[in-house]
Structure formats: C-alpha cells, structure tokens
C-alpha cells in the first residue's frame, strides 16, 4: 500500500482481492448480450457483497458494545454498598441522569464512527446501515438470505426493513417466512410491486402493525427545506406525512397543473412546483403562461420605431378577432379538482371485513382511512367480466373488435395491475396507456389483436414507445401475465406481483376447456376413480384388526 500524490494506491495482490481491470478490457470486446449477462451477474453479486457489509457492520457495532461495556465495568459496575447510595441512585434515575454519561461514547457511537470514515459516509448513513445489519440478522433472516443469493437488492432490503418496523417480535417469525418464500416464488419484481407486496403480507399476518403504522404516521410528520447539493443555486425540499395527507396534496398539484392551456411553455414537472407556490400564495388557481394569457407588453418603452410599427399592425388588423385560447379541461381561473384512484373490495366499503385497499401512486391503505377517503367520492364498480360497450346495430358485434376499450374495461385493466408492467418501472397506473400486446388491426378488427383484458397491458409513455418502435417483444398470457424479450434474447416478467394478487376476483376466468386438456382430465378422473375402487375393494376384503 501506497500513499503519495494526494490519494492511495492499493495492489490487488496485497489487498487480496483480484483486480477487474482484466475483466474491464475483456468487457470491451462482448456482445450486447453477453454485457447484460455481466450486468445481471454483476447486481448479483453486489447483492452478496451487501449483505456481507450489513453483517460486517452489525458485527462493528457487537464488537465496539462489549468493548464500552467492558470499559465500564472497569472503573463502575453498578453494585451499590450503603442504603443511600442506593436511594441517589434511584433519584437520578427517576431524574433521567445517566450514570455512564462520563463513559460516553458508547459502543455504537464508536462503530457509527469507524463505519463512516472506512465508507466516507455521513454518521446517519452509518447508523441506518448499522441498524439494517441488525435486523438482517436477527429480525429478517430468511429475507436476508434472498439478498445474499441476489435474489433481492439491498435498496429492496431496506424497503421491507422499514415496512416491517412496526411488527411486534412475535409476529415477525411468520412475516419474514412469508416474506422470503414470496420472494423466492416469484420473479424480480419493481420497487412499487415490491413494497406492495411487503405491505399485503404485513396486512396479512401482522394487522396490528399496520394500526401502529397509522397511528404513529401523523407523529412523524415533517418538512425540511435546504439547499441542493448537487444543483447551485436550487433548494431542495423533503418530508414525510400521512398518505392520505399526500396523496390529496399530490393530486391537487397535478390537478392545478393540468388547468393550464396546451401551449403553456413548462413542463409538468415545473408547473407542479408553481402550482406548490401559488398554494402557499393562498391560490388554487395556476395562472396559465401559454402566448395568448400572458399579460400584452406595454409601449411605455417602445422607442418611435417600434411604436409606428405597432400601430400599423393595429391598423392592419382592425376588425379580425385576435387570437383565442385552445380549450383545455380545466378552465383557467377556477379553481381544479383533485383526483386520486383507489382500489378496494366492496365487503371493505360496507365494513364488512378490514381488507387494505390500493390507493395509485401510494400503495396499500388499510380499510378505516380508505372508508373515509370514499367517503363523497365517485364509485365505480367492476365484477371481472366488464360490459365490452359496444352498440349493438342488428346484430351484436363480436367481442373486442372496437380499438378504444370501454370505460369499464379500462378501469378492469388498471385495477388489475399496480403500475406499468414493464419491468421495472414504477409509474402509477392511471398515468399510462393502455397498450394491445397482439396490436390491434384497424383494416380487419375480426383478424387482429382483440380489446380484451387478455390482450391488454399498462404501459407508461415511454416504454409504450419502446415496445412499439423499438425491438422489444411481448407475450401475455391467458392469465394476464405480461412477459418481455429485450433485443438481446432475455425474458423478463413485467408484473410479477399485481392488483389481481391483492383483489382475486379480478382474475380472468378460466378459459374455455380445449378438447386435448378434457381428454387428460378425464384420464386423471379414470386413475382416481380406478385406484378409490381398488382400496374399497382392499379395506372391505381386510376389516380391521389387520
């Protein structure tokens, strides 16, 4: 090892670790396939290496706490000689004096402090990954052998870490069982269908947590503004509130964000931040920017030339009407409503069970806050087989041959998912388009793609457009299971945990028996048949005692 020149030169035979820089140069000549293959391999194993730093830095922290509690014992260890001793000692406890502050730091401040200087990391990141450690390996042990086999990331870790902070110790056996088989059934799945996921299972075996989680949610609630760190001259704000609370805030931007004119110059992106401003200016009207609502310049600073040039323009159009606004939906100057979409069983509704519900963009809610969320809201309801819409003209036109899907079978579709289904990506599923994996034919409605739920899928904008124009390749099967081919040959499983796995009655039906698959089972309903007949005939031919 090396120091000199400002930095540190470590070689791969002392530190004992292989160098890559071989792998690197071999990485230049593989084929795109042969690359993805090395990134997949690569996340797997920095999944292992994860969970070897969170145990390493549980461990750290075992170690430094035996270290402090050895130091002191040596100097105090807590044996009291005299009944007055034993009286102060009681009085500054009941006072909240610590008898060891003098030995401080404690074991855990000293492993916070190693574990940010080996890291170079803040003592907050120190102490997060400390207590994740702890978890892995005493809470969430079977979730946390996923992360060393790569099945799980360590930001998918972290996400059931913090989803099951609230389940008591003798819940917390079968929820990290569950947890881990269901990891382990089903393929990699997004962030969002991850948490989704964690959150059912918590609801399912651990209801008490969620009471805990909604009551202490209102507790914690709180804003931080500060400067960005990576952006000069920007600020950036964070926070955390009840989901009910954001879920209202996020939909009244976005609602105030969508009042504007088409042709208004910002993005989104932008419009939801002054929408954020103009509720804090006590508005709840976005004012528009598009060409024709800005305000007219004046000619108080117009010099002569320019002056003439706008009366002869004036002149030029006397009697046109100017120019008119493009209609928007929402009409500028009133103030827009808010609209969020929520998922949940009608028995729920009526109080009949305390089922969570799915509220998009925000994850599971659970039944009470859900109750009053619905409480003035517009309802719809959907069974799993949805009216198709389509006018009937002398004879009924045949299922699915209309390209636009009806309003129920599109709220069908995005109830039955969580997001967009291709993998990976979490946008919620009422922003996205609804997309025909077998495209639909507009020459020939009868021989193309049908507008069924079986041939249709969630897709945000942007991987819409990559399926369609790019070389990807999908299939979805019978039930509603949405597979992608990227280019290079691999196949992903875009919703591996979705809507229909929360809420069973939206699964499609089964389909129509084949005659090969009714031929089969009626060869099984033979060979059961045959063989209860054979133990009958063998228990009546030997009565008991054998």
């Given at each position: 090892m090396q120091f000199g020149g400002g930095g540190?030169?470590?070689?791969?035979?002392?530190?004992?670790?292989?160098?890559?820089?071989?792998?690197?140069?071999?990485?230049?000549?593989?084929?795109?396939?042969?690359?993805?293959?090395?990134?997949?391999?690569c996340a797997s194993i920095t999944s292992a290496a994860s969970y070897r730093l969170l145990t390493a830095a549980s461990l750290l922290h075992e170690e430094r706490e035996l270290d402090y509690h050895l130091r002191r014992t040596e100097h105090h260890d807590g044996q009291v000689f005299s009944e007055d001793d034993l009286h102060r000692r009681a009085a500054d406890a009941a006072a909240g004096i610590d008898p060891y502050a003098q030995f401080r730091p404690d074991g855990f401040d000293q492993a916070t402090a190693e574990l940010g200087a080996a890291l170079m990391i803040t003592a907050a990141q120190a102490r997060e990954l400390i207590r994740t450690g702890d978890v892995l390996r005493y809470r969430l042990m079977l979730t946390g052998s996923t992360l060393a086999c790569g099945r799980i990331d360590q930001k998918r870790f972290e996400?059931?870490?913090?989803?099951?902070?609230?389940?008591?110790?003798?819940?917390?056996?079968?929820?990290?069982?569950?947890?881990?088989?269901?990891?382990?059934?089903?393929?990699?799945?997004?962030?969002?269908?991850?948490?989704?996921?964690?959150?059912?299972?918590?609801?399912?075996?651990?209801?008490?947590?969620v009471r805990r989680r909604r009551e202490r949610a209102g507790d914690d609630r709180h804003i931080t503004i500060g400067p960005d760190r990576f952006g000069p001259g920007q600020s950036r704000i964070s926070g955390s509130l009840p989901v009910t609370d954001a879920a209202t805030l996020d939909a009244q931007l976005n609602a105030m964000a969508a009042s504007v004119h088409p042709h208004d110059p910002r993005t989104k992106r932008q419009r939801r931040i002054d929408a954020l401003l103009a509720l804090a200016a006590h508005l709840d009207?976005?004012?528009?920017?598009?060409?024709?609502?800005?305000?007219?310049?004046?000619?108080?600073?117009?010099?002569?030339?320019?002056?003439?040039?706008?009366?002869?323009?004036?002149?030029?159009?006397?009697?046109?009407?100017?120019?008119?606004?493009?209609?928007?939906?929402?009409?500028?100057?009133?103030?827009?409503?808010?609209?969020?979409?929520?998922?949940?069983?009608?028995?729920?509704?009526?109080?009949?069970?305390?089922?969570?519900?799915?509220?998009?963009?925000?994850?599971?809610?659970?039944?009470?806050?859900?109750?009053?969320?619905?409480?003035?809201?517009?309802?719809?309801?959907?069974?799993?087989?949805?009216?198709?819409?389509?006018?009937?003209?002398?004879?009924?036109?045949?299922?699915?041959?209309?390209?636009?899907?009806?309003?129920?079978?599109?709220?069908?579709?995005?109830?039955?998912?969580?997001?967009?289904?291709?993998?990976?990506?979490?946008?919620?599923?009422?922003?996205?388009?609804?997309?025909?994996?077998?495209?639909?034919?507009?020459?020939?409605?009868?021989t193309g793609g049908a507008t069924t739920q079986r041939n249709l899928k969630p897709l945000c904008r942007f991987h819409h457009r990559i399926k369609t124009f790019g070389m990807w390749r999908d299939y979805q099967d019978e039930y509603c299971t949405a597979w992608f081919c990227s280019p290079t040959g691999?196949?992903?499983?875009?919703?591996?945990?979705?809507?229909?796995?929360?809420?069973?009655?939206?699964?499609?039906?089964?389909?129509?028996?084949h005659p090969a698959r009714s031929h089969l089972a009626e060869q099984r309903d033979t060979r059961t048949t045959t063989r209860r007949r054979e133990l009958d005939a063998w228990e009546a031919a030997n009565p008991p005692p054998f």
């Open positions: 540190a030169e470590i070689s791969g035979e002392e530190s004992g670790v292989e160098s890559p820089l071989p792998a690197v140069v071999v990485d230049n000549e593989l084929s795109a396939t042969e690359l993805v293959d090395v990134i997949t391999h996400i059931a870490v913090r989803r099951t902070d609230f389940v008591s110790d003798a819940d917390m056996p079968a929820v990290d069982a569950h947890l881990a088989e269901a990891i382990l059934a089903r393929p990699p799945m997004s962030t969002t269908q991850f948490t989704t996921m964690v959150d059912a299972i918590v609801a399912t075996h651990a209801p008490d947590a009207v976005l004012a528009c920017r598009c060409p024709h609502c800005a305000p007219p310049a004046t000619t108080t600073d117009l010099d002569d030339t320019d002056r003439n040039d706008t009366d002869r323009d004036d002149e030029h159009d006397t009697g046109r009407a100017g120019p008119q606004p493009d209609p928007s939906p929402e009409v500028p100057g009133r103030a827009p409503v808010p609209t969020f979409h929520i998922v949940v069983n009608l028995t729920t509704l009526l109080g009949l069970d305390q089922e969570s519900g799915f509220l998009d963009g925000h994850g599971l809610v659970d039944a009470d806050t859900l109750r009053s969320l619905l409480a003035d809201a517009r309802r719809s309801f959907i069974t799993g087989q949805p009216n198709t819409g389509q006018p009937i003209t002398g004879q009924q036109q045949p299922t699915g041959t209309r390209y636009t899907p009806s309003r129920a079978l599109q709220t069908l579709v995005r109830c039955g998912e969580l997001g967009c289904t291709f993998p990976g990506c979490t946008q919620p599923v009422w922003t996205t388009d609804l997309d025909h994996t077998i495209p639909f034919d507009h020459h020939t409605p009868t691999h196949t992903f499983v875009g919703n591996a945990f979705n809507g229909r796995d929360l809420f069973g009655y939206l699964v499609p039906r089964q389909p129509p028996d």
